[in-house]
């Protein structure tokens, strides 16, 4: 058997347990009456066979082997957004997707939706593959409650590694990052400003995660934090509210 051969078929039973732990994830199902609901779409794909496109830190020692060449297999789909004022994720490196919209059935709809309007890439329902714990933040109007669900789409080997996405005006630039990049040895720390009185700041130190120049931390960072936690508790394990907040700050 060639070594390509063997390669793909790991890629499919990596595939295949994926679907199987993302399916029986208890992801946490928000009940919250509100008008400001958005989706955003955590797009994988296998790795290229010639490795990746970039050179990303080694994955942790401590990893279990089986968790660890799932990490390695796939890399997933981040996009730079536009630098808008006002926009409180100005500039930020985030997931495709938005607000949902009278006419999107469900909040898969909208993710599949925006992320075609975001950078052109059309999603099939057939790829979705489950979703992560919605997420309660604030709206950018400071005085109201918004959910964000995540969803997970699992694309086909080779299915966008020879096209060149179509960004619109909210997308700066998009990138392909390797999952194992996600994880905690990998971790850096920065400083966020909080609040500023006069000369006064009040910072606080925050997580993030580094590629190439681009930092990637905030909500981004928690929803990679539970599909990292997903895939090394094999699906069996919820991440619970208070480990949220301690990987938030750690």
């Known amino acids: 058997m060639t070594s390509s051969t063997d390669q793909r078929k790991q890629m499919d039973l990596g595939k295949i347990e994926l679907k199987k732990i993302v399916h029986r994830y208890p992801a946490?199902?928000?009940?919250?009456?509100?008008?400001?609901?958005?989706?955003?779409?955590?797009?994988?794909?296998?790795?290229?066979?010639?490795?990746?496109?970039?050179?990303?830190?080694?994955?942790?020692?401590?990893?279990?082997?089986a968790t660890a060449s799932l990490l390695d297999?796939?890399?997933?789909?981040?996009?730079?957004?536009?630098?808008?004022?006002?926009?409180?994720?100005?500039?930020?490196?985030?997931?495709?997707?938005?607000?949902?919209?009278?006419?999107?059935?469900?909040?898969?709809?909208?993710?599949?939706?925006?992320?075609?309007e975001e950078i052109g890439l059309h999603l099939k329902p057939h790829q979705l593959i489950g979703q992560?714990?919605?997420?309660?933040?604030?709206?950018?109007?400071?005085?109201?409650?918004?959910?964000?669900?995540?969803?997970?789409?699992?694309l086909d080997e080779g299915a966008t590694h020879d096209i060149n996405l179509a960004l619109n005006h909210e997308a700066r630039s998009y990138f392909?990052?390797?999952?194992?990049?996600?994880?905690?040895?990998?971790?850096q720390t920065m400083k966020w400003r909080l609040l500023k009185i006069g000369a006064l700041s009040l910072n606080v130190p925050l997580p993030h995660y580094r590629f190439r120049s681009k930092k990637i931390w905030g909500l981004s960072l928690m929803m990679l934090d539970e599909f990292t936690h997903l895939v090394q508790s094999h699906g069996y394990q919820k991440l619970k509210f208070g480990k949220k907040i301690k990987l938030l700050f750690s």
């Open 73 to 116: 297999q796939l890399e997933v789909l981040m996009i730079e957004r536009s630098v808008k004022p006002g926009d409180p994720w100005s500039g930020h490196m985030a997931f495709p997707g938005g607000k949902k919209e009278e006419y999107d059935q469900t909040s898969s709809d909208t993710a599949i939706r925006e992320t075609f």
């Open 28 to 65: 946490k199902k928000r009940s919250l009456h509100t008008k400001h609901q958005a989706s955003v779409a955590l797009i994988l794909r296998p790795k290229l066979n010639k490795g990746s496109q970039v050179n990303e830190p080694h994955a942790a020692q401590n990893e279990s082997s």
């Open 176 to 187: 392909w990052i390797p999952l194992s990049l996600f994880e905690k040895a990998n971790r």
């Open 132 to 154: 992560i714990s919605d997420i309660i933040t604030r709206h950018h109007d400071n005085r109201s409650l918004m959910k964000i669900t995540p969803w997970i789409f699992l």
